[in-house]
């Protein structure tokens, strides 16, 4: 793997405070997305990201990144990955593999074969609906193997923040630019797979990034605890890096 599988850090964190300006909406007219609309002055034509979610999926903190992202310029939804199950903020909770594989009621997995339809319904989404003809996509943790796994699908260019469950035929497959954001600490993308990645992404030959930031966890990029300085300072420059990737690639 050029990641591992999920675990328990990918279930922890910090909501943050604000009030997201967005909506929900149907796709395919099945599953949930929260949609951000960019001001008409900012709007970026024709381009729009696709926001994969972690474990935790459509909530206050993705929400309120969805909408940083449209400040920017780009209409963006973010997906409901788990069909109506994302994984419980509160007690009690499931363990993590066995909520992925059998979901909260063991009738509704979260495995490739069940998340990926929904990716390219999103995907067409945004096409047709939306007459969007480029596409960026995040992935946060859990969501960055969708990114991956999608590029064939319609997604242009791709940014990942502290990713899991990536396999390393998935990473080489890839058909366009890659940015990666990494936590020093972080049993799921530790250090030899960070440099694992690296190899792989040269033999792409697309642009691609891996920025590590020190002194912060697994989960950062949208769950850390925003009044410690360090991590929010961290925070605010993966996001950047974001945006910066897509404005030069999209």
């Not at 859990?142 to 699908?153: C, L, Q």
């Not at 899991?164 to 954001?181: Q, R």
């Not at 966890?217 to 605010?236: I, M, N, T």
Request: aromatic fraction near 12%.
């Amino acid at each position: 793997m050029a990641s591992n599988p999920p675990g328990e850090c990918c279930t922890v964190g910090f909501k943050h405070e604000g009030q997201p300006t967005g909506k929900i909406v149907k796709i395919a007219g099945k599953w949930d997305a929260y949609l951000a609309v960019p001001p008409a002055d900012k709007a970026r034509k024709d381009k729009a990201i696709l926001y994969l979610p972690d474990v935790i999926g459509i909530w206050q903190n993705s929400q309120l990144m969805a909408d940083q992202f449209a400040e920017n310029g780009y209409l963006t939804i973010v997906v409901d990955l788990f069909n109506g199950d994302p994984y419980p903020l509160k007690e009690p909770k499931p363990e993590i593999m066995k909520w992925l594989t059998e979901g909260s009621d063991g009738k509704n997995p979260h495995t490739k074969e069940y998340v990926d339809p929904i990716v390219v319904d999103a995907i067409n989404y945004l096409k047709q609906e939306h007459g969007v003809k480029r596409i960026g996509s995040v992935g946060y943790c859990f969501g960055a193997k969708y990114v991956v796994r999608h590029y064939k699908d319609g997604i242009d260019v791709g940014y990942l923040a502290h990713p899991s469950f990536v396999e390393e035929d998935e990473l080489a497959a890839i058909t366009g630019p890659l940015s990666i954001a990494a936590a020093e600490t972080d049993s799921i993308f530790p250090a030899d797979k960070r440099h694992k990645s690296e190899e792989i992404l040269q033999k792409t030959g697309h642009p691609y990034q891996i920025t590590l930031y020190s002194g912060v966890e697994h989960g950062f990029a949208v769950r850390c605890d925003l009044s410690v300085p360090l991590q929010k300072f961290f925070k605010e420059q993966a996001f950047y890096q974001a945006v910066t990737w897509f404005n030069q690639f999209l």
